[in-house]
């Protein structure tokens, strides 16, 4: 059974870190680009980091430098480490992965989120 579990959300004070994580079970872990998105609502889905199943990463602009995402594919686990917490990174935040071949998008599965709150 496909299944990623996000875990590490919660409440914490405007400047504070949190890590969040991804346990990813029933698939190929290692060979799935993953994503963080954040939904707040009324709004669109955004994407947060990603990490391709070859180790590169990227951010949204607004979390360059503060957000960092890693993976660890022997625990079939991929983090985001989010330092310096503004109150607009309030959100649910999403776990995506996605197979691709030769660019196409393959298989993909979605966590069912965990709830981020920056707020003093």
């Known amino acids: 059974q496909v299944q990623l579990e996000e875990s590490g959300g919660g409440l914490v004070q405007p400047g504070g870190s949190l890590r969040l994580s991804c346990a990813a079970t029933g698939f190929m872990f290692s060979r799935y680009d993953i994503s963080w998105y954040r939904q707040t609502p009324g709004k669109e889905r955004e994407l947060v980091a990603h990490i391709t199943s070859a180790g590169n990463r990227n951010y949204a602009d607004s979390v360059n430098g503060r957000f960092t995402i890693a993976r660890d594919n022997a625990q079939n686990t991929v983090y985001l480490q989010m330092n310096s917490l503004k109150p607009e990174d309030t959100a649910v935040y999403y776990c995506?992965?996605?197979?691709?071949?030769?660019?196409?998008?393959?298989?993909?599965?979605w966590g069912q989120g965990t709830q981020v709150t920056v707020s003093s």
């Open positions: 995506y992965a996605a197979r691709y071949y030769s660019g196409l998008k393959g298989s993909n599965y």
